[in-house]
C-alpha cells in the first residue's frame, strides 16, 4: 500500500474517533452539570486544559464561559482541533482515497461533514438542544465506524484504520480521566465527598461505561473506576483494550506475529506500552499520581504514533510528521505532545 494512502486511512479514523471524544468531552460536563449542586459552579475550564486547548483559547477567548468553550471546541476553525476542523480533515483525507474506501464510507462522512457545516452556532440557546446535538455527533460517528466494520475487507487499509481509531481512543480516555482531575484540582477538600463521586459518575457516563461498569462492580469508588477505564481488557473505550487492539492491527499490516517479539520500532514501542499496562495494578497508577501516570501515558503513545509515522507513512515522501497532515496535524503534535 502506499504510504500517502495508509497516512489518509490512518488519520481520516484519528480524526474521526477525535470528533467523537471532542463531543465527549462536552458531555462530562453536561451529565456534570444535571447533579452539581446548586451552590457549585459550573466549570468548563478543565475540558480546555485537560485537551491543552487552554493555550489557544486564551488567544482568542478573555474567560472560559460555557458559551465560548462550546464553540471554541465545536465550531472554531481557528481551533484545529474543534470538531468542525477535525471533520473536515476527515473528509478531505477520504475524498483523496475514494478509490481505496468503499462507497457508504464516503457518503456517511460526507453527508455528516454537511450537516455539522450547515449548522450555526446560533442555534443553542438551552442545554436540552445542546445535550441531543452532541448525542447526534456521536451517533454519526458510531455509524461512521460501523460502516467501515461492514464495508470493508480486513486487509491492510482496515488495519491501519483501526490502528489509528484506537490510539486515538486510548489518549482521549486518559484526557476524559484528567478532567475529572483538573476539576478537583482548585479544592483538594472534594476528594471523596459527595461531589467527588459524582464527578467520577460523570466520567464513567461520559465514555458509555456506567452500565458495564456497574455489571462488574458494585460499588462507585475511585479505584474501581479507575482501574476498570485503563486495565480492563474487555471494555472497548478501556484504554488497554485500545492499545491491545492497536497493538494486533500494527502487527498485522507487517505480517509478524505478536509472541514472537517485534519486528520494527513502532511495533516495540506499542508493545511496550501493552506489557506496561499488562503487569499494573491500580494501586500503582495511585501510587505514581492518577494525573502523573495519565500524563506518561499519553507521552508514550504520542511516542508511538511518531514512530508509525517513520516507519510507514515518510518512506516515500521523506516529509517531516508535521507536514504529512498540514498545519492541523503539525499544531495537533505541537498542542498534545506532554
Same mark, same amino acid.
Given at each position: ?32 452539570? !444535571? %447533579? ?6 459550573? #466549570? ?6 485537560? +485537551?491543552? @486547548?487552554?493555550? =489557544? ?119 476524559? !480521566? %484528567? ?6 484540582? #482548585? ?6 465527598? +459527595?461531589? @467527588?463521586?459524582? =464527578? ?139
Amino acid at each position: 500500500m502506499l504510504s500517502r494512502v495508509a497516512n489518509s486511512i490512518y488519520w481520516m479514523n484519528r480524526y474521526m474517533e477525535r470528533v467523537e471524544n471532542y463531543a465527549r468531552f462536552v458531555g462530562v460536563n453536561f451529565n456534570l452539570a !444535571l %447533579d452539581l449542586p446548586p451552590d457549585v459552579d459550573e #466549570q468548563w475550564e478543565p475540558l480546555l486544559i485537560a +485537551t491543552a @486547548d487552554h493555550y =489557544l483559547f486564551y488567544k482568542y477567548y478573555d474567560k472560559p464561559t460555557k458559551e465560548d468553550v462550546i464553540h471554541f471546541m465545536t465550531f472554531d476553525k481557528r481551533n484545529p482541533n474543534s470538531i468542525i476542523s477535525c471533520l473536515y480533515e476527515a473528509r478531505e483525507n477520504a475524498r483523496t482515497i475514494r478509490e481505496t474506501i468503499s462507497k457508504e464510507m464516503w457518503e456517511s462522512i460526507n453527508e455528516f461533514y454537511l450537516s455539522i457545516r450547515g449548522t450555526s452556532p446560533d442555534n443553542f440557546r438551552n442545554m436540552d438542544h445542546m445535550q441531543s446535538y452532541f448525542t447526534d455527533i456521536r451517533k454519526s460517528c458510531q455509524l461512521f465506524h460501523g460502516v467501515v466494520d461492514a464495508s470493508i475487507t480486513r486487509n491492510e487499509a482496515w488495519h491501519f484504520g483501526r490502528l489509528g481509531r484506537h490510539i486515538e481512543r486510548a489518549d482521549k480516555c486518559s484526557r476524559f !480521566l %484528567d478532567v475529572k482531575y483538573f476539576t478537583l484540582l #482548585q479544592d483538594a477538600g472534594t476528594s471523596g465527598s +459527595t461531589l @467527588d463521586l459524582m =464527578l467520577w459518575t460523570a466520567v464513567l457516563k461520559s465514555v458509555s461505561a456506567y452500565n458495564m461498569y456497574r455489571q462488574t462492580h458494585r460499588a462507585l469508588t475511585p479505584m474501581n473506576i479507575v482501574a476498570f477505564l485503563i486495565l480492563d481488557k474487555l471494555f472497548p473505550r478501556s484504554i488497554a483494550y485500545c492499545v491491545r487492539q492497536a497493538e494486533l492491527s500494527l502487527y498485522a499490516i507487517a505480517g509478524s506475529i505478536p509472541e514472537r517479539g517485534h519486528t520494527n520500532p513502532a511495533e516495540r514501542a506499542l508493545s511496550k506500552i501493552r506489557s506496561e499496562l499488562e503487569f499494573t495494578d491500580v494501586e500503582d497508577v495511585f501510587k505514581m499520581g492518577l494525573h502523573e501516570y495519565l500524563d506518561k501515558f499519553q507521552t508514550k503513545n504520542n511516542e508511538v504514533d511518531n514512530a508509525i509515522f517513520d516507519m510507514y507513512f515518510g518512506l516515500e515522501t521523506g516529509q517531516s510528521q508535521s507536514q504529512s497532515q498540514g498545519q492541523t496535524t503539525g499544531q495537533f503534535k505541537t498542542q498534545w505532545m506532554n
